[in-house]
């Protein structure tokens, strides 16, 4: 069964091109012109992923995803977006969305964002057998750099402060702490986190390390996520 997409954009004529890329690329779609018809339709036939543009009229595409998270849907969205500033990505970030797309995008790099997504969603999944589903259970808390994590439950703390996480962030944590002290290169990363290497200009990876970073750092303690410039990322307490 192909998976199901359903695709929020307001623009005609991006919303028509779209649709009709993702149809070619084998994805079963269903799109609509704003976020009062997103949300209708997300109740009635819940997708495998959304694809929200953030600009559209009434209720916006930031709206939709903070009242779908709200309900406990983790559905995940990938954001559509001609904002470019920092500020306006982490509010795609905090909304809950999962990865975004900055306009004018090429589809290629939608369709593999989307790849990622679909991939990291089946991997989460609980239904695996044998002794990959085993580790998982058995690794469920790890702590690293004064980090504690549960990940069956998907919740983290640093110190006695939990933290609130998106998905993406969450992952990216846990990928941290489990190799705590070890200098983790871009490339790795995006490997591990997203399934794909979207190459030396993208700044998704700094985005997020931004963002995990504001929400694990506190005054007067030591900065956790350090930047090792040219090579990629480490966790650890100095």
């Known amino acids: 069964m192909p998976h199901t997409v359903l695709l929020a954009e307001d623009d005609r004529a991006i919303r028509h091109a779209l649709e009709r890329a993702l149809t070619l690329e084998g994805y079963a779609v269903t ?37 779908l998270r709200a309900e406990g849907v983790s559905t995940p969205i990938l954001m559509l977006t001609a904002l470019v500033e920092t500020a306006d990505r982490i509010a795609g970030l905090d909304a809950g969305a ?64 939990e933290l609130e996480l998106t998905r993406t962030e969450f992952e990216l944590l846990e990928l941290l702490v489990r190799n705590a002290g070890i200098v ?10 997203w399934g794909y290497d979207f190459g030396p200009g993208s700044k998704n990876l700094a985005v997020y390390v931004g963002y995990l970073r504001r929400k694990l750092d506190v005054p007067g303690a030591p900065q956790l996520i350090h930047t090792v410039r040219g090579v990629g990322y480490v966790l650890r307490e100095e």
């Open 98 to 161: 999962d990865d975004y797309v900055v306009k004018p995008f090429d589809v290629e790099e939608v369709f593999a964002r989307l790849r990622a997504l679909l991939r990291r969603t089946a991997q989460a999944g609980a239904g695996e057998p044998g002794p990959a589903r085993e580790e998982r259970v058995s690794d469920r808390r790890i702590e690293g750099a004064g980090v504690r994590m549960d990940v069956q439950a998907r919740r983290a703390w640093r110190g006695g402060r």
């Open 31 to 67: 799109a609509v012109a704003d976020g009062v018809e997103a949300l209708a339709q997300a109740h009635r036939t819940p997708p495998d992923v959304l694809l929200l543009d953030v600009m559209m009229p009434g209720i916006d595409g930031l709206q939709v995803c903070r009242v």
């Open 184 to 193: 983790l290169d871009h490339a790795t990363i995006y490997d591990r986190i």
